[in-house]
């Protein structure tokens, strides 16, 4: 293991525990940011460069960044809101993320693998035979996913729903015997 | 080999964001984490098995753009209702 | 070009589904109209140049195949033809209803659904096309949904179908596992040598007829139809008359070459196609909805089409089918212009005297009621004639059979007379300006009228010219019959035109009494309930199963206070346990995490 692939595994798991540790939710995406950097320049040295610039472009670009927006659209910043119901949970949950580790660890170890594939860089010409080939009904799948989402999207997000309509009051009934 | 144990440990670190965070977009963000494990390790195993693996991790973050959409706006939607992003206040389900 | 046929109809549902509501009225219905007039076209002109094939892959082992013959082709002109009309008649029909475009988008995703139907040339393929009718009649029952009857009778008429389609599967099972293909062309090649396994291959008959039985409401699955009556009535004309409930015949036309091997299966046709003929006829002498009558006949004329098919006249089973989708669609839409006129009035006892009111209407009713009473030379009476001449000449009982359906014949002149003379003769009984539907109600009533006039004649008995039978007999399989003398045969004909007469001028006699005697009313109490159908089935199916699932949400509920218990224990035990019951997210993650190492785990040792 090369120095600078020591580096690049140590940074991301240490902007991995910032993301899941940072009390203001917009440090934890900036550190989500952080993280897909890095990460965009391990896929750069494992071949995969086309995918690595889309990680820079598609992930720390545009969804993070929508993240960002949202976080501050809603005044969301916090992360530790109002009083913890599960106080003890966190043991719990460091245990059971624990558990996942060894299971996906067992799942690797004595794993004798050849990493000698050329994938000629991971460059766009190589990566386009299959994606409109093999993968093409996967591609299109995809694609119809992508424009649902957005629909639904735009659909969730209508400011005029029937919800809405109710007056305040009724609205504040409603709430009451929701809770 | 190291980094698809990288992998295996960014993916538990997911695994607890999901379990710890309070706010919605935080276990929004802990599930990015995941999912970008999983890319890892997708695009480790292509160096060993060829491109497919990388095909499947553009697949995975097409979807997961696709996910975010839908996630924001359901955020988004819930915040308009009740004011609150934490996740703790939807307890509608209780037995 | 073939498959064009289906995908103008669905081009037609997707259009009005997604931009319907930008269309302005009557804008919907003219589309609709047109596509499904362009499809009747391309489909005649098709047939015209012989018939058409179309395949394309589909699952492993079993393409996407549509055939076009003589047989398919029929039914495709009954379906595009009689559905077109109706179309246009829906245009006045449902003229300022706000979901006026939602309608038409149904009405083509039912005609392209039936095409599939038709056309297919593989049993899944028509499945698609019999669940996706079986979809579209749920919608257009359920079309005014916001009334919960409405839509409490679309979930029936769904659910009892489903039973069917259970049939229908298991019997394309079996179907698979003898011959190892579903093609129909293929079958009928296959069926022919000495067969493979007799006993299973009668079950996969009986079982395909199940599906028939469900999708065209034989005994002992008839008790959707009438309530099906639910929807608007072009929907009661095109799907739950002229077309939709033939599929079930045609579906056994189709196999022809399966049941002629099949002698038993296709007595229990016959039998379960009488016992519907007759069962139907005497339900509907009690109704006094005007479409429920109307359904009711319906179910007794299905019947009949079952009776022929059963005893092997396959040709008289769509000749019936071809004539009963113009009266009985006139019928209907008579009955939705009568309804129309007197602003939404469906009950029987509000009308009468509507003969003075209606000057179009009513011969359309009068022609519609003698050609289903099979009043001598109208279509009804030669293709119920025909259908009585096939069953006595079956081999097998074929003189009880003739009698029965005789017996029902007078009772469907009777019935059918006292549907007009509620209606349209005595006095005034409602409180209504009645006023006469538009010309763009009764032009397409014209058309049926004169169809229902004319159909017939396609297929006149022998020696006179029979265009029908040696058009549908290339694809349909032959059955061993008694031959009749041409003397025996015109006796019949002479014979049921007079028990026609009879029972028409019973009815017309009869119905016009102001009194009825005490056994008449007792019978006419049964009747209005259809004897107690769906009580019985309440009684022995519903409400077991209504009690089974009270018995078992009683059990979750106690089981659930259980666990509310159990979380009050451990509440004095630990905060942190009792909050599982707390409905919190993250207890639910956690829990789900623990699960997927616990699989994990086990999966490994």
Do not use: C
Not at chain 2, 1 to 18: H, K, N
Not at chain 2, 67 to 89: N, Q, Y
Not at chain 3, 218 to 223: G, N
């Amino acid at each position: 293991m090369s120095p600078w692939e020591a580096l690049a595994l140590l940074l991301l798991l240490a902007t991995g525990v910032l993301v899941v540790t940072l009390r203001n939710a917009i440090h934890a995406a900036l550190a989500l940011i952080l993280n897909f950097l890095v990460l965009a320049g391990v896929y750069v040295g494992l071949d995969a460069r086309f995918l690595g610039f889309i990680q820079v472009i598609v992930y720390a670009g545009a969804i993070v960044v929508l993240f960002l927006f949202v976080i501050m659209l809603l005044y969301a910043a916090q992360g530790e809101v109002g009083f913890d119901p599960l106080v003890r949970s966190k043991p719990l949950a460091a245990l059971l993320a624990l558990g996942v580790a060894l299971a996906l660890f067992s799942g690797l170890w004595g794993l004798n693998l050849a990493f000698a594939k050329d994938l000629q860089g991971g460059l766009p010409q190589a990566l386009g035979p299959l994606l409109y080939g093999d993968w093409l009904f996967v591609l299109l799948a995809v694609g119809f996913l992508l424009m649902a989402a957005t629909v639904v999207a735009v659909a969730l997000v209508q400011p005029t729903r029937p919800l809405d309509a109710l007056r305040p009051e009724e609205r504040k009934e409603e709430k009451e015997v929701v809770r | 080999m190291s980094y698809l144990f990288t992998s295996a440990l960014l993916f538990a670190l997911g695994v607890y964001g999901v379990l710890t965070r309070r706010t919605a977009i935080l276990v929004f963000l802990s599930i990015e984490l995941m999912l970008n494990a999983a890319n890892l390790s997708l695009v480790g195993f292509a160096r060993a098995h060829g491109l497919e693996g990388q095909v499947a991790a553009l697949m995975v973050i097409a979807i997961a753009a696709a996910e975010v959409a839908v996630g924001l706006g359901l955020i988004v939607a819930i915040f308009r209702h009740r004011e609150s992003t934490a996740v703790d206040d939807l307890s509608e389900l209780r037995g | 070009m073939l498959l064009l046929t289906i995908l103008l109809p669905l081009l037609g549902f997707a259009l009005l589904g997604l931009f319907g509501k930008r269309l302005k009225e009557p804008l919907p219905g003219v589309l609709a109209s047109a596509l499904v007039l362009a499809s009747f076209l391309l489909g005649v002109g098709l047939l015209a140049q012989g018939g058409a094939r179309f395949q394309a892959e589909w699952l492993p082992g079993i393409p996407f195949s549509l055939l076009l013959d003589n047989l398919s082709g029929f039914m495709l002109m009954i379906v595009t033809g009689v559905g077109f009309l109706i179309h246009v008649y829906a245009i006045g029909y449902m003229h300022g209803d706000p979901g006026n475009s939602r309608f038409f988008a149904y009405f083509n995703l039912f005609i392209a659904m039936m095409l599939t139907l038709v056309l297919a040339d593989s049993y899944p393929v028509m499945f698609i096309g019999w669940e996706g009718v079986g979809l579209a009649s749920f919608l257009l029952i359920g079309f005014w949904y916001k009334n919960a009857q409405y839509a409490d009778s679309a979930r029936k008429a769904f659910i009892v179908n489903r039973i069917g389609d259970l049939g229908f599967m298991l019997g394309m099972a079996i179907l698979w596992a003898l011959y190892g293909t579903l093609s129909i062309t293929e079958l009928k090649d296959a069926l022919e040598g000495p067969l493979k396994n007799p006993s299973l291959l009668a079950l996969a008959g009986l079982l395909l007829f199940l599906g028939a039985v469900g999708k065209s409401a034989q005994v002992p699955l008839m008790v959707w139809l009438p309530d099906a009556m639910a929807g608007p009535t072009p929907v009661s004309a095109l799907i739950h008359a002229a077309t939709m409930v033939t599929a079930g015949v045609y579906l056994v036309a189709r196999s022809s070459f399966l049941y002629a091997n099949l002698p038993d299966v296709s007595y229990a046709i016959a039998v379960i196609g009488l016992l519907t003929a007759a069962y139907g006829a005497l339900s509907a002498f009690g109704q006094n909805d005007i479409k429920k009558i109307v359904a009711y006949s319906t179910i007794s004329q299905l019947g009949y089409m079952f009776l022929a098919a059963g005893v092997g006249a396959y040709w008289v089973a769509l000749f019936h089918v071809f004539t009963h989708a113009f009266f009985k669609a006139l019928l209907f839409l008579a009955s939705g212009s009568v309804i129309h006129a007197l602003g939404g009035e469906q009950d029987v006892r509000k009308m009468g005297g509507l003969w003075k009111h209606l000057p179009y209407t009513r011969w359309h009713g009068l022609i519609g009621a003698l050609a289903l009473g099979g009043l001598p030379l109208l279509s009804g009476f030669w293709s119920k004639d025909a259908i009585l001449t096939a069953t006595l000449a079956y081999p097998f009982g074929g003189l009880g059979f003739y009698l029965g359906a005789l017996l029902v014949a007078v009772l469907t002149a009777m019935y059918a007379m006292r549907w007009f003379v509620l209606v349209f003769l005595g006095e005034e009984r409602g409180h209504h300006h009645p006023h006469e539907a538009p010309a763009v109600m009764l032009w397409p009533n014209h058309l049926l009228a004169l169809g229902s006039l004319l159909a017939g004649y396609l297929a006149l008995p022998h020696p006179l010219p029979n265009v029908l039978e040696p058009f549908l007999k290339p694809a349909l399989a032959e059955v061993e019959a008694h031959h009749l003398s041409l003397g025996t045969e015109w006796g019949l004909i002479a014979l049921s035109g007079a028990v026609a007469l009879l029972g028409l001028w019973l009815g017309y006699t009869f119905f016009q009494r102001k009194a009825f005697p005490a056994w008449y009313l007792t019978f006419e109490a049964w009747s209005r309930e259809s004897f107690y159908a769906d009580r019985v089935y309440n009684a022995l199916l519903v409400n077991p199963l209504k009690a089974l699932a009270e018995a078992l949400l009683f059990g979750d509920m106690g089981l659930l206070g259980g666990y509310a218990g159990l979380g009050g224990l451990v509440r004095s035990l630990g905060q942190g346990v009792a909050r599982l019951q707390a409905g919190y997210l993250r207890v639910y993650a956690l829990l789900f995490v623990l699960g997927v190492l616990l699989v994990l785990g086990v999966m490994r040792w």
